[in-house]
């Protein structure tokens, strides 16, 4: 047995197993053998705690590896159970949310709200193309709905700007936005799941108003994954595919489905 994983092998009294900590620090030699036979779900003060064959799994920052609501808890478990002879963080997206928002956002939620906001003073729904006409016309009928939903539900009117000319957003218009924002986080439990989860959808899209309407339940993953491709769609349609690029937007995908995942099994 390699001494730099003994000790999340063999925890001590009272400690639990820190699988994931253990895969991101192998992740650039060998990807470390999957040492347990079963994840499954246990009571817990926080929830639902993930437990590998009966002992509590821990984040990188060696908190209990919780979530509030069984739903969830039924997904995070068949992501480890999925795991064959390695544990390979790439393929386990809910885990590294549940990481980053229990290690970090529930300490600090302050610094991710305003991060987001910031996003959207410049929000990618509304710098437009002013040619060709085609991606135009794409760029409106995918993002103008969104625009349109979030100026008349929560009076936030962004100013338009054609093109990479920084347009600065009203004040007002941002404050609408964080008042949105802190209905669609909310107050529950699960708020700062919410609020983790809100933040990789804004920074895989580049647009704080997607969401905040997939928060919302606005709108769907696979309608927000769509608006958030549109310019580079319409790339490979004039130039052709470009098979790295389409490999980095399905490994976007996975990450914005399991962020959408996590909304949706925690209320507000």
């Known amino acids: 047995m390699r001494e730099d994983l003994s000790r999340d092998l063999m925890p001590g009294p009272g400690e639990g197993i820190d699988p994931v900590e253990m895969a991101k620090r ?21 929830g639902f705690a993930l437990v590998l064959d009966g002992r509590p799994a821990l984040t990188p ?16 478990a068949a992501e480890w159970n999925a795991q064959h002879e390695t544990l390979d963080p790439a393929t386990m997206p809910i885990t590294r949310i549940l990481n980053s928002a229990l ?4 300490r600090e939620p302050g610094p991710v709200r305003n991060e987001i906001i910031k996003y959207a003073g410049t929000d990618l729904l509304v710098y437009r193309a002013g040619d060709p006409r085609q991606l135009v016309e794409d760029q409106a009928k995918a993002w103008d709905p969104v625009l349109e939903w979030a ?22 218009a941002l404050a609408a936005f964080g008042l949105a924002l802190d209905g669609v986080v909310g107050q529950s439990e699960g708020a700062f799941l919410r609020l983790a989860a809100l933040h990789v959808v804004t920074t895989l899209t580049g647009s704080a108003l997607l969401a905040l309407a997939l928060g919302a339940g606005h709108i769907d993953a696979h309608c927000v ?8 769609d319409f790339q490979m349609r004039a130039w052709g595919l470009d098979m790295q690029a389409v490999q980095r937007q399905k490994g976007r995908q996975i990450e914005l489905e399991a962020a959408a995942l996590i909304l949706s099994q925690c209320p507000v």
């Open 103 to 106: 290690d970090g956002v529930a």
């Open 61 to 76: 920052a060696r908190n209990r590896l919780a979530v509030p609501t069984a739903g969830l808890m039924t997904h995070l």
């Open 151 to 172: 100026q008349k539900v929560h009076s936030i009117n962004f100013a338009l700007a054609e093109g990479v000319m920084h347009v600065a957003q009203a004040p007002a």
């Open 225 to 232: 994954w769509q608006a958030a491709q549109v310019d580079e």
């Open 26 to 46: 192998d992740q650039r030699k060998t990807l470390p053998k999957r040492f347990y036979k079963e994840a499954s779900g246990q009571a817990s003060p926080q």
